[in-house]
């Protein structure tokens, strides 16, 4: 049995708060093994004072949906005031972290790069330097394993909440790890202690951690959506519906313009490993398409070992965006010209090799970067 970061301070690492004033960054929906609140039971303890909490994307309640802001406010439960670090401000103020000796972060992350736990946290680094504050950071396995990664170091150009760290699509780190690389990158570190799991290795996946499976985000459904999130999270940035507003976001896929069986045939005739593409049909409640029938597929696994996700989003998008190239478009240019699709994939150059049929040619690229990416974070591996 693995135990988290969390459960770790409790049993072992418990001077390492004791007698002090804490802000918590976390919501209701992180627990420990046994499905108890780590608000709860961090609030109930009598040898430190959690004194404010701090809310990522979804809120301290996490049920936000995604890019909602969501107002700062009092905790219901506890009575505390609670912060939002996404609404007014992404990174705590000095306001906010004042009258704290540190502040202790419990937030999951699914494995993937564009998941925002990880910029909140980022964030949080910068505060606590910036005002020589202490953070503890409470570590978690990576759900989908920590040995396989996948992707592009993002070019700084394209930096943006949905991709503020140097690190592949599919990273195969635990956010421990994650906090200390991004806190090497800070012109003045930030005082960090990371509270390490206990009986974790690297080539273990969710379900061998016996560790319960509690979503981390209103649309984080199950463990296939977390482990095909590295590919089919780049759709939110085209007209290609990735799923939001069904029973199934980033496994199921589509549009009206799409005919079932006809993409699940195309993607099943590249015999992509650890993956099936089921035609399917679907109406979403809200996002792209609401109200509308889509056709298109659900994607299954049959073999999570050798499933590769961001192989399987780029072999889509170039089947989609060649079959139906009369329809497929990129979408959501932000203030600054950049289309969406960049900031998820890091880089425009992905997109232009789309536009030019050539998607494939990237991944080529990927493999450099990721064997010079391994050699670059030996030193901070912790497991």
Known sequence: MVMIGAEMLLHAHRQCITGKQLGLVSNYNVTDSALRSIVELLVEEREWHVAK????????????????????????????????????????????????DALVIDVPDIGSRYYTNMNTMAYCLQACAQNGLECIVLDRPNPIGGVVREGNIPDKKFHSFVGMIDIPNRHGLTMGEIATLYNQTLPVPAPLTVIRCEGWQRSMWQVETGLPFVSPSPNTTNLDMVALYPGTCLFEGTNISEGRGTTHPFEMLGAPFIHAFELADAINAKKLPGIVARPTFFVPTYKKYP????????????????LRPLTVGLTLIDVISKLYDQHFTFTHQDEEGRYFFDLLAGTDRLRTLVNAGK?????????????????????????
């Not at 905790?75 to 103020?93: E, K, R």
């Not at 109200?291 to 050798?306: K, P, S, V």
Request: aromatic share 6%; hydrophobic share 35%.
């Open 53 to 100: 909490l701090f809310g990522p994307e979804h809120g301290m309640l996490n049920c936000a949906k995604e890019g909602e802001q969501v107002p700062s406010a009092h905790d219901p439960h506890t009575g505390l005031p609670t912060y939002s670090l996404y609404g007014d401000t992404l990174q705590p103020t000095p306001e906010m972290l004042s009258d704290l």
């Open 291 to 306: 109200g509308d029938l889509c056709e298109g597929i659900q994607l299954h696994i049959t073999d999570r070992r050798a």
């Open 359 to 383: 998607t494939m040619d990237f991944l080529a690229e990927c493999d450099e970067s990721v064997q010079s990416f391994n050699k670059d974070i030996a030193d901070i591996l912790l497991y």
